[in-house]
């Protein structure tokens, strides 16, 4: 039975994959902060396959590295890593933002990112063949725009980081993507405002965004491919999101 690792699964894409490969027979290890989500999950999925859930913050280095060299052999080999766990945070012009918020977006998006794929990469290689690994970039990793500053930064290194690890896995089996969504409605911007539950609202209203399975569907997609192909980057957006315009100061009239 394949298994599939992934981060962030108490909400948003981690959860509805979390769903989506259930479905499909695979062995689940989820995992996120909060515990009373990873219950409910562990108790609606365990009724079809086997679920163990971690409560874990992708920044603690050393809590990732525990977690992960102690997982139960009926959860290994490892066959996927879904490295979902990530925000958003502060959409006011960088002259306006906490230098905090630049932190808490570098240590879980980067710094997280990269602990969990150190830890589980030992995993991947075991049952190397048709191996993934599967990284939430985003469009913001590709296209700039006001108020994108660390967040998209952030996206741009999963990019990067995740085509220079192909380079070193190379003849290994394991296979990375990056894949980068548009706008898609989870707590993803309920996160980024703070808990502004009406400019969430706001920003989904009166069109069309991703949902949660929309991205499950493509996770399972790029896990489940013939083991010889690789999608490097996968840019996902709603029909109804595209680029604007480029922007210009110009003096008063
Ligand atoms: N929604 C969108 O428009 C887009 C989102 N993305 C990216 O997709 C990924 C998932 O976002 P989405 O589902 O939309 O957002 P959600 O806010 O719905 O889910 C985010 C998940 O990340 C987890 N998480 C956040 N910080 C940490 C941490 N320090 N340690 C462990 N887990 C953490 C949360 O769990 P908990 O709080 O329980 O720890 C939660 O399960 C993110 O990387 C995001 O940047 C990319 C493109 C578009
Ligand atoms: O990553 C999230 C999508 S967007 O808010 O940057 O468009």
């Not at 699964?9 to 990873?38: C, N």
């Not at 006011?92 to 990469?121: C, F, R, Y």
């Not at 725009?145 to 290194?157: E, I, L, Q, T, W």
């Not at 980068?180 to 069109?207: C, D, H, I």
């Amino acid at each position: 039975m394949p298994s599939v690792l992934i981060t962030g699964a108490t909400s948003g894409f981690g959860k509805a994959a979390a769903q989506r490969f259930a479905k499909a027979g695979w062995s689940l290890i989820l995992t996120g902060r909060r515990q009373e989500r990873l219950d409910a999950l562990e108790k609606e999925l365990s009724q079809q396959v086997p679920v163990l859930t971690i409560a874990l913050d992708v920044r603690d280095s050393d809590a990732v590295t525990a977690a992960i060299s102690g997982l139960p052999e009926a959860f290994l080999p490892l066959t996927c890593l879904i490295n979902n766990a990530g925000l958003a945070l502060a959409p006011e012009p960088s002259q306006k933002v906490a230098l905090e918020d630049w932190h808490t977006m570098i240590d879980t998006n980067i710094t997280g990112l990269v602990n969990v794929t150190h830890a589980t990469l030992p995993l991947l290689l075991k049952n190397s063949e048709g191996a993934s690994i599967l990284n939430l970039g985003s469009v913001a990793g590709q296209w700039p725009y006001p108020g994108g500053h660390v967040y998209g930064a952030s996206k741009a290194f999963v990019q990067q980081f995740s085509y220079n690890l192909r380079c070193d896995l190379l003849g290994t089996g394991v296979r990375v993507t990056d894949l980068a969504p548009g706008m898609a409605e989870t707590e993803f911007t309920l996160v980024r405002t703070k808990g502004n539950q009406e400019a969430s609202e706001a920003l989904y209203r009166g069109t069309t965004p991703l949902q949660a399975e929309d991205i499950a569907e493509q996770l399972f997609y790029l896990a489940t491919l013939p083991p010889h192909i690789n999608i490097n980057r996968l840019e996902i957006m709603p029909v109804r999101q595209a680029w604007s315009a480029f922007a210009i100061d110009r003096d008063p009239a």
